[in-house]
């Protein structure tokens, strides 16, 4: 039994309460007799009790219609457990038949509303079955609605107002509310409308803070500075989140196209001194080589080396820009030094062989060889993605396969106790 059934249940013995206490406190008036029309005699308890009666009546009528507007009847009912049979079988157009025959009857009742909706998203009339979700929600506001509602818009790819979303979102019951904006934040995301996703994080945090977190936040602040090409933002997402490398890179790209190059070279020695992503190394020597200034990309990545306690990564790329200039023999001592301290690296073996090959050491260079022929992706970095595991060979800010942000680490490992794959 309903709460509302209950209350009404609890009125009806009130007012029949009232009503026998005031005939038993007002018997003699009751009793007496009154005429009408000068020719039809009545007494006042038969008239209160006929027009009890008839109240009785009318209320009820009243009840029963609210009643089947929400519940179904027993033919709207026979009509639904049809169409359910043709939905389980797919025979979606008699589905459709038979369900409209229940809305004809119980219009407003969310079950066949829902179900209305499911047989329209088979049948891939996304707009109809957006619309039968949405009058369910309207009518009962469940996590479950909301979900079918975003599914036929993503589906369908339809244009709804991401304002009338946001406020629908709203009325979710505040247990299910959080996830419930989680499911439009992720809508946002895929449609990159970032300003909606960052309202909806700031509303959606306070009921799970669990499943809003900073790294979600950072990635919707990143998004909206890169659209704004907002330094500001980027420094300060740099800040709280120093290992956040799209940051950087970006920060980079605006310092470049602004012709602020010592400050840009700045910024990607920042960001692979807090990150450790080769990536940052790569621009730095293409950027001095583009310019015809080799000394200075030697420079920088001697400084680097030095500033990072010659770190392995950074020793390689020295070595190989080494190797690019033609100074075999400053390539050769670094990656022979290098050698023993990893246990793979891409291209190691590749550049060691070539080196002797052009020093005419052809026992030394098939040596390289041979182990080089063991290894797969002989002269090139491998990536792999740290939420999906999906590798790839160039380093992006995003894994193109699941689209989680700042995930895509170096392939690659050390002989040293703290060996680990560095992030990109």
């Known amino acids: 039994m309903k709460n509302r059934d209950l209350i009404l249940i609890i009125l009806f013995a009130v007012l029949i309460f009232i009503v026998a206490f005031l005939y038993y406190e007002n018997v003699e008036l009751l009793r007496q007799n009154f005429t009408v029309f000068g020719h039809f005699f009545f007494k006042l308890q038969t008239i209160l009790l006929v027009i009890f009666l008839l109240g ?23 009509f639904f457990v049809r169409a359910l049979n043709n939905l389980y079988s797919s025979r979606y157009e008699e589905a459709r038949e038979e369900i409209l025959k229940a809305l004809d009857i119980s219009p407003k009742n969310y079950d066949l509303l829902m179900t209305a909706g499911v047989i329209e998203k088979r049948l891939k009339n996304y707009d109809k079955a957006y619309e039968y979700f949405l009058i369910a929600f309207k009518r009962k506001p469940t996590i479950q609605a909301f979900q ?33 904006r989680k499911l439009l934040l992720d809508y946002f995301k895929e449609k990159k409308e970032w300003e909606w996703a960052y309202k909806v994080f700031n509303r959606g945090k306070k009921y799970r803070p669990d499943i809003y977190t900073d790294k979600l936040r950072v990635e919707i602040e990143y998004e909206i500075a890169k659209k704004e090409k907002s330094k500001k933002k980027l420094k300060e997402i740099i800040k709280e989140f120093p290992d956040f490398a799209p940051a950087y890179m970006f920060y980079a790209k605006l310092l470049q196209e602004e012709g602020k190059f010592d400050e840009m070279v ?12 080769v990536e940052f190394l790569q621009m730095i020597e293409d950027y001095f080589l583009e310019k015809s200034d080799p000394e200075g990309a030697v420079e920088t990545l001697n400084e680097i080396v030095l500033n990072e306690n010659y770190n392995v990564l950074a020793q390689f790329f020295l070595g190989k820009l080494y190797y690019r200039l033609e100074l075999l023999e400053k390539a050769r001592e670094i990656f022979e030094n290098i050698k023993g301290e ?48 999906w590798e790839m060979e160039k380093w992006s800010e995003r894994c193109p396969k699941c689209g989680e942000i700042n995930s895509v680490r170096i392939m690659y490992e050390a002989y040293t106790s703290d060996s680990s794959i560095f992030m990109l």
Request: with cysteine.
């Open 148 to 180: 079918k509602m975003i599914d036929a818009i993503k589906a369908g790819n339809l244009k709804v107002d991401s304002e009338e979303l946001y406020y629908l979102s709203k009325e979710i019951p505040k247990p299910d509310r959080g996830f419930g």
């Open 342 to 389: 990893v246990r793979y690296i891409p291209g190691l073996y590749y550049y060691l062989a070539d080196i002797y090959r052009k020093r005419s050491d052809f026992d030394t260079a098939f040596a390289y060889l041979k182990q080089l022929a063991k290894e797969q992706h002989l002269d090139k970095f491998r990536f792999k993605c740290e939420n999906c595991g």
């Open 56 to 78: 009785g009546i009318v209320t009820f009528a009243i009840y029963r219609s609210f009643r089947l507007s929400s519940n179904l009847s027993w033919r709207a009912n026979r």
């Open 266 to 277: 700045e910024i990607l020695k920042n960001g692979y001194y807090k990150t450790h992503i």
